[in-house]
């Protein structure tokens, strides 16, 4: 399934940029930046939205600093031709979990937080193991943000 290309103007361009620095910058700020209305800006925003260039906003924390749960980068291996059907199914089996389709040494990447080692191992074992296209994973740890 090919997807439809998406034009971009100059504006969408940059609220996206705006958006990536600073997820919580008000519509009135980012129009008063481009001189252009804050109706502009919330309609271009749910045209993005609504087209899949942006997928939403989330809040990233510091699992360590909060002292609840791990961050860890889990690498997996797919049967052949299979890797865009496992990464849509990964998606639905956990909140937090984001799913990368790479190409290299792994067919996916998925970067995740848990509350803790048996969270992971539960999600390893129990939802991604079940994935009968799954052949092969690997998990390393973050041990510290910069």
Not at 14 to 43: C, D, G, H, W, Y
Not at 108 to 124: E, P, S
């Amino acid at each position: 399934m090919e997807e439809e290309e998406v034009k971009l103007d100059e504006i969408d361009l940059k609220i996206i940029e705006i958006l990536q620095n600073n997820a919580r910058t008000s519509f009135r700020e980012i129009a008063k930046m481009l001189k252009i209305s804050p109706q502009t800006v919330s309609n271009r925003v749910a045209r993005l939205i609504k087209e899949g260039i942006i997928l939403g906003f989330i809040t990233i924390t510091d699992p360590m600093k909060l002292k609840r749960g791990i961050l860890a980068f889990i690498e997996v291996n797919v049967k052949p031709g299979q890797s865009e059907r496992v990464a849509r199914e990964i998606t639905n089996l956990k909140d937090g979990v984001i799913v990368f389709e790479t190409i290299g040494t792994h067919d996916l990447i998925l970067y995740g937080f848990f509350k803790d080692h048996k969270d992971l191992a539960n999600f390893v074992n129990n939802q991604l193991g079940k994935i009968k296209e799954v052949d092969k994973v690997s998990i390393d740890f973050c041990l510290k943000k910069y």
